[in-house]
């Protein structure tokens, strides 16, 4: 080991100018974290049931490919340094647990923090960046998440550009994601440091409020929603604004699990599900295995939505798609059922970023599908006006296409 260690330090000099790996997550990811539902209680058989799950259930076909353990899988560090794992909570270690999960056809990840500490108290990186990413391809790790707890003065991007290049130096593919939350604008600099960066805070599990823990809070999903503006001119592929991980499942309502999921989808953002697998509701599992939604995410053009316009509490949402075709998004944030309509024959909008327009103003019919029912046998059109009425704190998506 000490002698890699050394040809991994000899070649560092060739390595400082090379930063993320190129290629990767030229979608947003889709994967799975273990903290939304269980925090620091992680072990190797709850993760291994997980991964289980994620087959079982259908979401691996549905795109879900990384398994993620968040804080609290440390042990302590060895006499050279190096990372272990807790040898009570994971007796086989984590090389064995990679190996399980790449059996199932999964992807593995891992965390870690850009401090002396993780956020849960346990060994970060600082200082130890390299020898961390050479562990971490020794046990075959796709994903990092890296956090940013007990950083002190610490400059962000210069710890996460060394762990990038650590990360580069190791020789192992991963998918680099930022946990600093936003503080120091991450989207102005991380696009070659990493594949996805946050936003924002801390996600709770509630669709429109604020927990507040005196010294820092976290958001509600339409409060995380609403940090988002301006930043859609960052994102693409291979490098995502990443609004936090997902809280379908872990006890919203499902039409208000459906408007989160269908929004995460729309800003292009990853899909890193955070409930019990093992134990989802078959709405949840429904919510979260929507094929036209995770489509609408997955899209290759890779452009984040925009909001088009703010109406009695609706607000219209907006995202083009390859070939032409649009998701075209009502979002309801009242507490009460609001009704929209849409004139088709007066129906124009241009994207700002980029110009691309959809209008149905012409002769030629556009198709309409409601995501988030049965596909019927035949779809709706834009020969008529659109009315529909809009629940409570829920969505209609369409994608509208020729």
């Not at 000899?10 to 939304?36: D, H, R, V, Y």
């Not at 809070?217 to 929603?225: F, N, P, T, V």
């Not at 088709?344 to 029912?373: C, H, M, R, Y």
Request: glycine share 8%.
């Amino acid at each position: 080991m000490k002698q890699v260690v050394a040809l991994l330090l000899f070649s560092i000099s060739l390595s400082l100018s090379a930063q993320k790996f190129e290629g990767l997550a030229l979608t947003p990811p889709m994967g799975w974290n273990s903290w939304n539902k269980f925090a620091c209680d992680v072990n190797e058989a709850k993760i291994r049931e997980v991964a289980d799950a994620m087959v079982s259930t259908g979401m691996k076909d549905a795109g879900y490919e990384y398994v993620v353990i968040d804080d609290c899988w440390h042990g302590e560090r060895d006499a050279q340094g190096f990372i272990t794992a807790n040898a009570e909570r994971f007796p086989s270690g984590i090389k064995a647990l990679s190996e399980y999960i790449h059996a199932k056809g999964l992807k593995f990840g891992i965390y870690s923090c850009a401090g002396s500490k993780t956020c849960g108290g346990h060994p970060g990186s600082q200082g130890h960046e390299f020898q961390d990413a050479l562990t971490y391809a020794s046990w075959g790790v796709d994903y990092l998440k890296y956090d940013w707890c007990y950083t002190g003065k610490r400059n962000a991007e210069e710890a996460y550009t060394t762990m990038s290049q650590a990360l580069r130096a190791a020789g192992r593919p991963v998918v680099f994601s930022l946990c600093e939350w936003g503080g120091n604008k991450p989207w102005e600099w991380a696009k070659p440091v990493g594949h996805l960066w946050r936003t924002t805070g801390d996600i709770y599990n509630c669709f429109d409020c604020i927990k507040d823990y005196g010294g820092w809070k976290s958001w509600g999903a339409m409060q995380i929603l609403d940090q988002q503006d301006g930043l859609r001119k960052f994102a693409g592929p291979g490098h995502w604004n990443d609004p936090d991980m997902l809280e379908v499942g872990n006890g919203m309502p499902v039409n208000e699990e459906r408007a989160h999921f269908t929004m995460w989808c729309m800003l292009a953002a990853p899909l890193i599900a955070g409930n019990d697998l093992r134990s989802m509701t078959i709405e949840s599992l429904g919510v979260l295995s929507n094929r036209q939604a995770i489509a609408i995410n997955q899209d290759s053009l890779g452009i984040q939505c925009f909001r088009y316009e703010i109406k009695d509490s609706v607000e219209t949402w907006l995202k083009p798609l390859q070939n032409g075709r649009w998701a075209l998004c009502f979002l309801n944030r009242s507490t009460s059922p609001k009704s929209i309509s849409i004139d088709w024959k007066a129906f124009s909008v241009k994207d700002p970023l980029n110009g691309l327009e959809i209008n149905t103003t012409g002769q030629e019919v556009w198709q309409l599908l409601d995501i988030w029912k049965p596909t019927p046998k035949k779809l709706m059109n834009t020969k008529k006006p659109l009315v529909a009425s809009i629940p409570a704190h829920d969505v209609l998506c369409l994608k509208v296409f020729k």
